[in-house]
């Protein structure tokens, strides 16, 4: 407390104990014990209100004795078992955690880590994956600006997450004690497949396989990809213990069409300790998006070859150029290109009426504008015997598929006869017309959907010369043949928007993630935040039916499927306020990745102590790493003075006190008949 406090707490017992002597003292012939007491109780309590009034700080001083934090962390994954390697994982553990040298000396802390990093509250070591990187992330948000050592308790065998090597604070020793037998044992194994999850029908799709060896002495192994009972890739590889991995590169057919469950081993002759990591499943899904175009003229011009060559740089698409009178049956065809339709096209207008098939009608000066007007309903024309040049100008509002300006405006100008052309429904145009770049307000390239059938028109001829400027300007046919592709592949597509979308894989590995993503769209196609949806997941084999409910994310609904365990599922999800529904399948393959180990990482944690400067222990070594902890100097406990200042007023019991006084004087004189 400062002077000027000492002086007014001075005044203020003069004046509590001035008012209490001549109230109760001063004058008094006889001066009673009850005259004392009374006096006294007076005092305290002016003496008391004054002091809340001055409300001195008052201090208190404490020392703390801070030890160094010795984070302890057991590797809680089920390679952990597998390797045999439970128990003395936890017998080391516990005698850590427990040792009274170490608990004098350190702020002793256990964790456990498998995907997460968790409290050491229960240890099973069934975590399905081993993120090591986890720890390091986590120790240093939890000891930010601490010197302190780390026991890590592991096998080193990490299965996801960032490389943990590099992730520890390298100011801050790691004593890694490496569990599992580190005996060599012959071993192959396939360590990763890559593949694409889709692929198209009558293609070839690549495999790329990376395969591991472990063993003294050469031998040669045998690597295969099956699907059933069918063999589609074998080869011989060899190993030696100069030569202890590879990478394979396969090419393998998509002759079916959807989800192909393949089979990918590596065997040889000699025993091997662990079998499981020498197969590994995988799927893709084929799918066939071969698109038939029907490229249908009564006349020759450079436009059809244009437009052939340009669609068909897609590997997916086909074009077969036809004469109207070629044209018997329209069923094998998924797009039809009119170009410059006439009275010739009537029976392939009729035949369409029942085929329902998508179509790009492609005008210009040969074109019957009579008959288009008696045959299709989107557009009516009103046309004069004379022809215009139509220059291009892109709408940036377009919206149907999303495509860039590759430059319309810029590109010669197409040629068809002078009128006017109004749309009679719904369209969206993604080229308007302009003359000497005036305006017209007519479409150039618009688009048209009635009743679900998709339609395209191209109102002029010389579409040829767009793709030659387009590659005098850019080196490239790129840019253009990707403009004629987009417009092919939305007429491809009768995908109406949907009221209930639902995201997922065919197929999931046993052990990883398996999220399902839903979005519920009200009438106006507006994402409903208030949608209730839910979904019923079915094993297909053993019936067991499970129901979840999605949960809400920022825009979109979402349930996380863990746990289950490999087999073929059927779900269903439903929205309930609507009862819209969306169903599907999935598999999960069997693999789990804790299996694929037949010994622990020595040569990472080893590589991981000498980057912090700790040192790797074996289970036979732990006293050892006791007593280099106990005698480092470094980690030495230290000891802090607390000042705690608080007011005064802040005491309750003062008031209390103070209450109690005036209450006792009340009754005292109350009781001797002094009021």
């Not at 593949?195 to 060896?213: D, W």
């Not at 020498?278 to 437009?307: M, R, Y």
């Amino acid at each position: 407390m400062n002077t000027t406090t000492i002086l007014l707490l001075l005044v203020s017992i003069l004046i509590a104990a001035g008012l209490s002597f001549y109230q109760y003292l001063y004058k008094v012939k006889i001066r009673s014990n009850v005259a004392l007491l009374l006096a006294f109780l007076r005092f305290f309590s002016i003496f008391g209100l004054l002091l809340l009034l001055i409300n001195p700080i008052v201090s208190k001083k404490t020392i703390e004795t801070v030890k160094t934090p010795l984070p302890i962390v057991i590797d809680n994954s089920a390679s952990i078992t597998d390797l045999k390697a439970d128990k003395s994982a936890m017998e080391i553990f516990q005698k850590l955690s427990e040792n009274k040298q170490l608990t004098d000396k350190f702020d002793v802390q256990t964790y456990q880590f498998d995907t997460d990093f968790l409290p050491s509250d229960t240890i099973d070591f069934k975590g399905t994956q081993t993120n090591i990187d986890v720890v390091a992330k986590n120790l240093k948000n939890i000891y930010k600006n601490q010197h302190y050592p780390t026991v890590l308790i592991s096998d080193g065998n990490q299965t996801s997450g960032e490389d943990y090597v590099f992730g520890f604070n390298p100011d801050n020793k790691v004593y890694p004690l490496v569990v599992g037998d580190t005996a060599t044992y012959l071993d192959l194994r396939i360590t990763q497949l890559n593949v694409n999850k889709y692929a198209f029908h009558k293609n070839k799709y690549p495999v790329e396989i990376f395969l591991n060896y472990a063993g003294t002495k050469s031998i040669n192994a045998t690597f295969k990809i099956s699907q059933g009972n069918s063999i589609l890739n074998q080869q011989t590889v060899a190993f030696s213990p100069s030569k202890k991995s590879t990478t394979l590169n396969v090419l393998l057919p998509a002759n079916k069409v959807g989800l192909q469950i393949l089979r990918a081993s590596v065997t040889s002759k000699e025993q091997e300790k662990n079998n499981y990591n020498n197969v590994k499943n995988f799927a893709v899904e084929v799918i066939d998006q071969k698109t038939e175009v029907a490229l249908i003229s009564s006349i020759s011009h450079p436009d059809l070859g244009t437009i052939k060559r340009s669609i068909e740089t897609n590997a997916q698409r086909k074009v077969t150029l036809l004469k109207p009178n070629q044209v018997n049956s329209l069923v094998n065809y998924n797009v039809l290109i009119l170009y410059q339709p006439n009275a010739e096209f009537k029976a392939i207008f009729d035949q369409n009426e029942n085929a329902k098939i998508n179509s790009w009608i492609i005008t210009g000066n040969d074109t019957d504008y009579n008959f288009l007007n008696q045959n299709q309903k989107s557009f009516s024309f009103k046309m004069s015997g004379s022809k215009e040049d139509y220059l291009a100008a892109f709408d940036n509002q377009f919206n149907l598929f999303a495509l860039d300006n590759i430059g319309f405006e810029q590109f010669p100008p197409l040629e068809n006869p002078f009128g006017v052309i109004t749309a009679s429904s719904n369209t969206n145009t993604l080229l308007f017309s302009t003359i000497r770049n005036i305006p017209t307000n007519q479409p150039l390239l618009a688009f048209a959907e009635n009743q679900g059938r998709r339609s395209a028109f191209l109102f002029g001829e010389n579409i040829w010369k767009w793709r030659a400027n387009s590659y005098v300007d850019k080196k490239s046919f790129a840019d253009f043949d990707i403009f004629l592709d987009k417009t092919i592949q939305y007429l491809a597509s009768n995908n109406a928007k949907k009221s209930l979308v639902v995201t997922h894989d065919r197929f999931y590995n046993s052990g990883e993630g398996i999220e399902i993503t839903a979005q519920y769209f009200n009438k106006n196609y507006e994402l409903d935040e208030k949608a209730r949806l839910t979904i019923a997941v079915t094993n297909t084999k053993t019936k067991q039916v499970k129901n979840y409910d999605l949960l809400r994310t920022t825009n979109a609904f979402q349930v996380n499927l863990d746990g289950l365990s490999a087999g073929n599922y059927a779900f269903k999800v439903k929205e309930l306020n609507s009862n819209s529904v969306y169903s599907s399948s999935f598999e999960v393959l069997d693999f789990n990745i804790e299996k694929q180990f037949v010994n622990p990482d020595w040569n990472k944690l080893n590589q991981l102590a000498t980057q912090t400067k700790g040192k790797a222990f074996l289970p036979n070594q732990l006293d050892i790493l006791i007593q280099q902890l106990l005698a480092d100097d470094s980690y030495k406990a230290i000891q802090k003075t607390l000042v705690k200042k608080s007011p005064l007023i802040d005491w309750i019991w003062l008031l209390v006190l103070i209450a109690i006084s005036l209450a006792s004087e009340w009754f005292i004189r109350k009781y001797n008949g002094l009021l």
